[in-house]
């Protein structure tokens, strides 16, 4: 390992084409622990200070520090910034107020006027924001099974701007062949996007096989403590990140710089956090499968998922995310029961949480859609924390005999 982590200046950003984080060399944990960050020049401050300003005084007419208006620049955003671009591997990292905010930006950066191929079984905000949202401003979305890579090329137009992408997938954890997609947009010019929220930069690397975008609700897995509501978008084109850039200083969805300093304060422990959620979440998958009150579990990590291989191809561990059906009054009877895991909406935080996807985070998705993806009232979503494994179990047990 190098002795010398990832430090790097937090260079001024000039709102249009900002500041350039290079991808250091060193492991994935020191990486999440100093990549983005250096030392404060003014006191030696270890720690990343909280720029908690609108704004910065200019020494005349012309002649300032590089840091205009917080809308633009702010150093403590540019630092988790840096430090989640380096985790994923890109040049450039833009983060949002929200996963939405950034999904939401991106449209706007590539597909204006145009179409949008998606995954069909997303974050259910998210295909409520493609098939209710951006009609409104003539952008057309078609949704498929993106198992099915031949389905994704068919879907495609002319004018298909964009490739949308969630694997693995919320709530049913398939996957889809980041590569094989790749080259689909390749062919027709489009960019390909790539939500990693579930599975982490530490689990998979969606830039490396070939998308041109990743994003990541922060609000999870990177952030990880369910006290920050957040987003960013990790590329490598720089003019790309330039015209990303560009429509978020305009529009202004920027996360403020308290959550920016949250988000980084998570993401140094990223690599600790997500060792115990992926033992967590193959504990519960192995217990649920052997559980008599359980049909089906899904989850990536294994053996009887149906695309494990591939899983085991694109990841290098499977999280805390997974998802079993049961009957659907031992789903309410489960969800209501558990002491450890919270009742609630979100994911990949310390905490254990369960939710019944139907009725909760996909009841925006139209029933006759949800039933056909499988999306049913018996289907409950896990996501294990990073408490001991044996009470997480033994919680689950007690809620469905209770
Ligand atoms: C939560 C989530 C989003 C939306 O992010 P917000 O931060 O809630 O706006 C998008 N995609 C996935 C996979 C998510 O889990």
Same mark, same amino acid.
């Given at each position: 390992?190098?002795?010398?982590?990832?430090?790097?200046?937090?260079?001024?950003?000039?709102?249009?084409?900002?500041?350039?984080?290079?991808?250091?060399?060193?492991?994935?944990?020191?990486?999440?622990?100093?990549?983005?960050?250096?030392?404060?020049?003014?006191?030696?401050?270890?720690?990343?200070?909280?720029?908690?300003?609108?704004?910065?005084?200019?020494?005349?007419?012309?002649?300032?520090?590089?840091?205009?208006?917080?809308?633009?620049?702010?150093?403590?955003?540019?630092?988790?910034?840096?430090?989640?671009?380096?985790?994923?591997?890109?040049?450039?990292?833009?983060?949002?107020?929200?996963?939405?905010?950034?999904?939401?930006?991106?449209?706007?950066?590539?597909?204006?006027?145009?179409?949008?191929?998606?995954?069909?079984?997303?974050?259910?905000?998210?295909?409520?924001?493609?098939?209710?949202?951006?009609?409104?401003?003539?952008?057309?979305?078609?949704?498929? &099974?993106?198992?099915?890579?031949?389905?994704?090329?068919?879907?495609?137009?002319?004018?298909?701007?964009?490739?949308?992408?969630?694997?693995?997938?919320?709530?049913?954890?398939?996957?889809?062949?980041?590569?094989?997609?790749?080259?689909?947009?390749?062919?027709? %010019?489009?960019?390909?996007?790539? &939500?990693?929220?579930?599975?982490?930069?530490?689990?998979?690397?969606?830039?490396?096989?070939?998308?041109?975008?990743?994003?990541?609700?922060?609000?999870?897995?990177?952030?990880?403590?369910?006290?920050? +509501?957040?987003?960013?978008?990790? +590329?490598? %084109?720089?003019?790309?990140?330039?015209?990303?850039?560009?429509?978020?200083?305009?529009?202004?969805?920027?996360?403020?710089?308290?959550?920016?300093?949250?988000?980084?304060?998570?993401?140094?422990?990223?690599?600790?956090?997500?060792?115990?959620?992926?033992?967590?979440?193959?504990?519960?998958?192995?217990?649920?499968?052997?559980?008599?009150?359980?049909?089906?579990?899904?989850?990536?990590? +294994?053996?009887?998922?149906?695309?494990?291989?591939?899983?085991?191809?694109?990841?290098?561990?499977?999280?805390?995310?997974?998802?079993?059906?049961?009957?659907?009054? %031992?789903?309410?009877?489960?969800?209501?029961?558990?002491?450890?895991?919270?009742?609630?909406?979100?994911?990949?935080?310390?905490?254990?949480?369960?939710?019944?996807?139907?009725?909760?985070?996909?009841?925006?998705?139209?029933?006759?859609?949800?039933?056909?993806?499988?999306?049913?009232?018996?289907?409950?979503?896990?996501?294990?924390?990073?408490?001991?494994?044996? &009470? +997480?179990?033994?919680?689950?047990?007690?809620?469905?005999?209770?």
């Amino acid at each position: 390992m190098s002795q010398q982590p990832a430090s790097r200046d937090v260079k001024p950003a000039e709102g249009r084409g900002a500041s350039r984080a290079k991808v250091s060399r060193s492991h994935f944990a020191t990486r999440c622990v100093h990549a983005g960050q250096s030392p404060e020049p003014v006191t030696g401050a270890i720690t990343t200070p909280l720029f908690q300003t609108s704004t910065y005084v200019q020494q005349g007419l012309g002649r300032h520090t590089g840091y205009e208006y917080a809308r633009l620049q702010n150093p403590t955003r540019e630092a988790t910034e840096a430090n989640i671009a380096d985790l994923e591997a890109g040049n450039h990292g833009i983060a949002f107020a929200s996963g939405m905010a950034a999904i939401e930006c991106l449209v706007k950066a590539v597909a204006a006027g145009g179409h949008i191929v998606s995954e069909e079984n997303t974050y259910g905000g998210t295909t409520r924001m493609f098939t209710q949202v951006l009609d409104r401003l003539g952008i057309g979305v078609t949704l498929v &099974d993106c198992r099915n890579v031949a389905a994704v090329r068919e879907a495609m137009r002319p004018e298909t701007g964009l490739i949308h992408l969630e694997t693995p997938s919320n709530p049913l954890m398939r996957i889809t062949d980041i590569g094989a997609v790749a080259r689909v947009a390749r062919d027709h %010019d489009a960019v390909l996007c790539v &939500d990693n929220t579930f599975a982490s930069p530490y689990n998979q690397q969606p830039l490396a096989m070939g998308a041109d975008v990743v994003v990541h609700s922060t609000t999870k897995y990177l952030n990880g403590h369910s006290d920050v +509501l957040g987003g960013i978008l990790v +590329l490598d %084109d720089d003019a790309l990140a330039d015209e990303i850039r560009f429509v978020r200083k305009s529009t202004g969805p920027i996360p403020g710089p308290m959550d920016s300093w949250l988000t980084l304060r998570g993401t140094r422990t990223l690599h600790v956090r997500m060792e115990r959620h992926n033992e967590n979440g193959m504990r519960i998958a192995e217990f649920l499968e052997a559980h008599p009150m359980v049909r089906t579990v899904h989850y990536p990590g +294994l053996a009887s998922h149906p695309q494990h291989q591939l899983a085991a191809t694109q990841m290098t561990g499977f999280s805390g995310m997974l998802s079993a059906e049961v009957e659907e009054s %031992d789903a309410k009877r489960l969800a209501e029961g558990t002491r450890i895991f919270r009742l609630a909406e979100s994911l990949g935080g310390v905490e254990s949480m369960i939710c019944v996807p139907s009725v909760m985070t996909h009841a925006s998705v139209p029933e006759d859609a949800r039933l056909r993806m499988g999306i049913t009232g018996g289907l409950v979503r896990l996501s294990a924390g990073i408490e001991d494994w044996r &009470d +997480l179990v033994e919680d689950l047990d007690r809620g469905l005999r209770r």
